[in-house]
Nanobody
């Protein structure tokens, strides 16, 4: 089992920045991908960014150039640096971890609310 604990959400004005953190614990040796999903109000959950164990990253088109995903020093922590935030970035953000592919998530965090005011 893997436990994922997110932190760093909150309320920010449009154009501002936030950094989300996700700390993984437990049997993380089998985890090869970590990422961030988000679920805006009334919409489906969508993949925002992912990072592979080797460090390669992928981003949704809507966040390219604004968001950056990265590992911490020990690779059991993943960050999502969010800059130039827009009201449409408002959502619950979930940390995710998987062994085979980030689109087949094995473990979810509890979610953290990000609200961007206009």
């Amino acid at each position: 089992q893997v436990q994922l604990v997110e932190s760093g959400g909150g309320l920010v004005q449009a154009g501002g920045s936030l950094r989300l953190s996700c700390a993984a614990s437990g049997s993380i040796f089998g985890i090869n991908f970590m990422g961030w999903y988000r679920q805006p109000p009334g919409k489906q959950r969508e993949l925002v960014a992912s990072i592979a164990r080797g460090g390669s990253t992928n981003y949704a088109d809507s966040v390219k150039g604004r968001f950056t995903i990265s590992f911490g020093n020990a690779k059991n922590t993943v960050y999502l640096q969010m800059n130039s935030l827009k009201p449409e970035d408002t959502a619950v953000y979930y940390c995710a971890a998987s062994s085979l592919t980030i689109v087949a998530v094995d473990y979810w965090g509890q979610g953290t609310q990000v609200t961007v005011s206009s």
